[in-house]
């Protein structure tokens, strides 16, 4: 395995082997890897002749008063994992190799405008950003993202069908610890009151999952799960929401496919979790 952390580099490593006629699969990701990124790394390893990986926390992402600084970092235990898994490449850039006096931005209207667009305006637009930049760097034949952020991942695909990216987007699904938490890197952020007060979301998931059904309304389905959040002392929504599965736009009732999504500051922390259901 190695560590590349020049875009030159990079580049010329892809062409050598697309000369060769091999195929390229990437996990764009921001480090600090749990069982759910392993997941993906598992799934580009198997699918792909040659795996790439990115760690890079991207600093465009965040507003300003979020978590960048704070962001959990553990660059060694991650490439550990990598090499376990079987990955040709880490790529591990700084943020002034990425961006040099950026002018330049991939920002995607309608879908971008709900959920946690709303409530963090420039997230996606980050988003975009630096995944057609690694999109270019890396020309990967494939590309695979989690379902536990399934906003990123709608827009992403929306993106790559709008943009004419000749990649496949690959969903995997949401990863949970034992007791039902969504895997995620801010869980580290938890003491052990909050991290039992967050299971309140994934309650509220079962809640919906067990509710839901065609043609009902979604205000109805909202209210019950909400009603769970709301015997948490520790929770505070942000929001919980039924949208359109492929456009993210609210819907009144369940009569196409949606998502159902939610984030929740347990204490300080935002935690989003959510499950899709096909009519």
């Given amino acids: 395995m190695e560590i590349i952390t020049k875009i030159p580099e990079l580049r010329e490593k892809i062409k050598q082997w697309k000369r060769e006629g091999k195929s390229v699969g990437l996990v764009p990701t921001m480090g600090f890897l749990h069982e759910g990124h392993a997941s993906l790394l598992k799934k580009c390893r198997e699918e792909n002749d040659?795996?790439?990986?990115?760690?890079?926390?991207?600093?465009?992402?965040?507003?300003?008063?979020?978590?960048?600084?704070?962001y959990p970092r553990d660059f060694e235990k991650d490439c550990e994992l990598c090499r376990e898994i079987g990955m040709d490449i880490v790529f591990h850039p700084e943020p002034e190799e990425m961006y040099n006096d950026l002018h330049a931005f991939v920002n995607i209207d309608t879908l971008s405008d709900t959920l946690c667009g709303k409530s963090r305006p420039i997230h996606f637009k980050g988003v975009c950003t630096v995944v057609t930049k690694l999109f270019n760097i890396v020309?990967?034949?494939?590309?695979y993202f989690g379902e536990k952020d399934a906003q990123q991942l709608a827009i992403i695909r929306k993106m790559v069908k709008d943009l004419s990216f000749d990649i496949e987007i690959i969903g995997c699904p949401i990863v949970r610890e034992k007791d039902g938490l969504a895997k995620s890197s801010r869980n580290t952020y938890l003491n052990s009151e909050e991290r039992k007060a967050a299971l309140?979301?994934?309650?509220?998931?079962?809640?919906?999952?067990?509710?839901i059904s065609a043609g009902k309304?979604?205000?109805?389905?909202?209210?019950?799960?909400?009603?769970?959040?709301?015997?948490?002392?520790?929770?505070?929504?942000?929001?919980?929401?039924?949208?359109?599965?492929?456009?993210?736009?609210?819907?009144?009732?369940?009569?196409?496919?949606?998502?159902?999504?939610?984030?929740?500051y347990i204490g300080k922390t935002r935690l989003i979790d959510n499950f899709s259901y096909e009519v």
């Fill in 139 to 143: 020309t990967p034949d494939r590309a």
């Fill in 50 to 70: 040659i795996a790439v990986t990115s760690n890079f926390v991207n600093p465009i992402q965040f507003g300003p008063n979020e978590d960048l600084e704070a």
């Fill in 217 to 264: 309304k979604a205000e109805d389905v909202l209210k019950e799960m909400i009603a769970v959040i709301k015997q948490e002392p520790l929770a505070k929504i942000d929001y919980v929401s039924i949208v359109g599965l492929y456009d993210m736009q609210p819907v009144e009732v369940i009569d196409r496919d949606v998502l159902v999504a939610m984030a929740v």
């Fill in 200 to 211: 309140c979301l994934s309650k509220s998931i079962k809640k919906g999952k067990e509710i």
